[in-house]
């Protein structure tokens, strides 16, 4: 510190010495979702809906399509499970605390569906290759759900976030024109996600590299892809990419909106293309074939047979591009695992933000960046 100014800046990326990479060498395809739950803590679901779409992507598999709408809902709730965490503890930062409640209170309601349909509030494990832990227990009642969520706790609570920050004074002279990031800065530094977006970088693989519901016929009968826009912003700063994330969450709320009556029938589970999607519990114990399949997979590990092969499989995930790059060897297990983290890639930029501005601006720089100490571990 030079007073109060930021001379220099290192950042640091912490010991949580969670291993999650090397793990994914000593565990199967299904077996490592419960450790990638744990990177991006704030939006688990996500991690497990990126992980297996690399997985299904090196097996080949073509998941149903309930699935994909399924995947595709909690993926879009899940962002706005983030968001709304980064745009309450943007006001908390800076002293309204009121503003945290605003964001944080509705987060429980989307708990309580992850609960509904995982069994498990915060790590739920969800996906398997090829489909789902198990289909949804009622789906009425997980349509009641979310509907009550986006149409009645989630308006209100934006709308009571940008009443409260959006014009106060105090929030935009300690937002506006701090931590700037330049267009071109964001490209050579490899930003994604809202941090690109706040600084004009019109970039967002649900447009670019569309999966999921985000691409046309995904159900393969013609259907059309989701609309929704994506927020751009040009100034680049703090205030910016928290107005791209209030912008993202409304956003997210229409593809769910548009999908949340459009779940087709059938299964989840994509049990006849591939002998490494794990079969239904009816087929276990009413077909020899389903037997010998979950003994082959969860008894002897010899159903693992991926092709020998390299992939790279990424999600527009809430901080930016959360990918993974599989090596295989044709064994059960990968033989490589690597992570493309959002938060890893976006910390980098700490130190060029932070330099030469107050002290106190170092908190709503960080808070912008909306780092997740679990996927800056190596």
């Given at each position: 510190l030079d007073g109060e100014r930021v001379a220099r800046c290192t950042p640091h990326i912490g010991y949580l010495h969670?291993?999650?990479?090397?793990?994914?060498?000593?565990?199967?395809?299904?077996?490592?979702?419960?450790?990638?739950?744990?990177?991006?803590?704030?939006?688990?679901?996500?991690?497990?809906?990126?992980?297996?779409?690399?997985?299904?992507?090196?097996?080949?598999?073509?998941?149903?399509?309930?699935?994909?709408?399924?995947?595709?809902?909690?993926?879009?709730?899940?962002?706005?499970?983030?968001?709304?965490?980064?745009?309450?503890?943007?006001?908390?930062?800076?002293?309204?605390f009121t503003a945290f409640l605003y964001g944080f209170n509705p987060r429980e309601k989307i708990y309580d569906i992850v609960d509904y349909i995982s069994g498990q509030r915060f790590h739920p494990d969800w996906t398997r290759v090829g489909g789902l832990m198990k289909d949804l227990p009622d789906e009425e009642v997980f349509k009641r759900m979310v509907k009550s969520f986006i149409h009645d706790d989630l308006p209100q609570a934006v709308k009571d976030v940008e009443k409260l920050v959006n014009r106060n004074r105090i929030f935009i002279e300690r937002t506006k024109g701090i931590g700037v990031l330049s267009k071109e800065d964001a490209i050579a530094w490899s930003m994604t996600g809202p941090i690109?977006?706040?600084?004009?970088?019109?970039?967002?693989?649900?447009?670019?590299?569309?999966?999921?519901?985000?691409?046309?016929?995904?159900?393969?009968?013609?259907?059309?892809?989701?609309?929704?826009?994506?927020?751009?912003?040009?100034?680049?700063?703090v205030y910016a990419r928290f107005l791209v994330r209030l912008e993202e969450i409304k956003q997210s709320?229409?593809?769910?909106?548009?999908?949340?009556?459009?779940?087709?029938?059938?299964?989840?589970?994509?049990?006849?293309?591939?002998?490494?999607?794990?079969?239904?519990?009816?087929?276990?114990?009413?077909?020899?074939?389903?037997?010998?399949?979950?003994?082959?997979?969860?008894?002897?590990?010899?159903?693992?047979?991926?092709?020998?092969?390299?992939?790279?499989g990424a999600n527009e995930g809430p901080n930016g591009e959360q990918g993974f790059y599989i090596v295989s060897d044709g064994g059960p297990r990968p033989w490589r695992v690597k992570t493309?983290?959002?938060?890893?890639?976006?910390?980098?930029?700490?130190?060029?933000?932070?330099?030469?501005?107050?002290?106190?601006?170092?908190?709503?720089?960080?808070?912008?960046?909306?780092?997740?100490?679990a996927e800056l571990d190596r």
């Open positions: 969670s291993g999650f990479e090397k793990l994914g060498e000593h565990l199967d395809y299904n077996q490592y979702v419960t450790i990638v739950s744990r990177m991006d803590y704030l939006s688990p679901i996500h991690n497990d809906i990126t992980w297996h779409g690399a997985v299904e992507k090196l097996f080949g598999i073509d998941i149903t399509p309930r699935c994909k709408v399924l995947r595709t809902i909690m993926n879009e709730l899940a962002r706005i499970q983030n968001h709304l965490l980064c745009v309450g503890a943007a006001g908390l930062d800076l002293g309204a690109a977006r706040a600084s004009g970088v019109k970039r967002d693989l649900r447009k670019d590299e569309p999966y999921l519901c985000y691409k046309d016929n995904w159900d393969g009968q013609g259907a059309e892809a989701v609309k929704f826009q994506v927020p751009i912003c040009e100034d680049g700063d709320a229409k593809i769910v909106e548009q999908l949340i009556d459009r779940i087709p029938g059938g299964p989840v589970d994509a049990f006849a293309d591939s002998k490494v999607v794990k079969p239904s519990k009816a087929d276990v114990y009413g077909s020899i074939e389903g037997l010998i399949q979950h003994f082959e997979l969860i008894m002897t590990n010899r159903g693992w047979t991926p092709p020998v092969a390299e992939v790279y493309r983290p959002a938060c890893f890639i976006n910390y980098q930029i700490m130190a060029k933000l932070t330099e030469g501005h107050m002290l106190a601006d170092v908190v709503a720089v960080l808070g912008s960046i909306n780092v997740v100490a």
